[in-house]
Nanobody
Framework: QVQVVESGGGLVQAGGSLRLSCTAS????????WGWFRQAPGKEREGVSCISRSGWSTTYADSVKGRFTITRDNAKNTLFLQMNSLKPEDTAMYYC???????????????????WGQGTQVTVSS
């Protein structure tokens, strides 16, 4: 059974940083592209970032470019999202997802057979 668990969220002041982590069990993370998406109350789901299977290729939403960095450690089945210079508009539930497709236009595409966890809440105060 596949289990994806996100962690690292919290409450931070604008301008601060957080590092999100995502671990997966039941699948070999190196066999998939992974990504982060977020959803705020009353808003559409938004692709944040995506990283290819090799880790060589990444995509970012325009709203987070230059502030967020996605990395992965396949040996540890772990995905990270370093978030710097956080803004109140970054407030959302953040999810990581496996078996996605990275796309320069929409950042990432989630499929019916993608895997994601329960999410971790990020709240940025002004």
């Amino acid at each position: 059974q596949v289990q994806v668990v996100e962690s690292g969220g919290g409450l931070v002041q604008a301008g601060g940083s957080l590092r999100l982590s995502c671990t997966a069990s039941g699948l070999r993370s190196g066999g998939y592209a992974w990504g982060w998406f977020r959803q705020a109350p009353g808003k559409e789901r938004e692709g944040v970032s995506c990283i290819s299977r090799s880790g060589w290729s990444t995509t970012y939403a325009d709203s987070v470019k230059g502030r967020f960095t996605i990395t992965r450690d396949n040996a540890k089945n772990t995905l990270f999202l370093q978030m710097n210079s956080l803004k109140p508009e970054d407030t959302a539930m953040y999810y990581c997802a496996a078996n996605v497709a990275c796309d320069a236009t929409v950042v990432l595409t989630i499929f019916s057979n993608s895997y994601w966890g329960q999410g971790t809440q990020v709240t940025v105060s002004s």
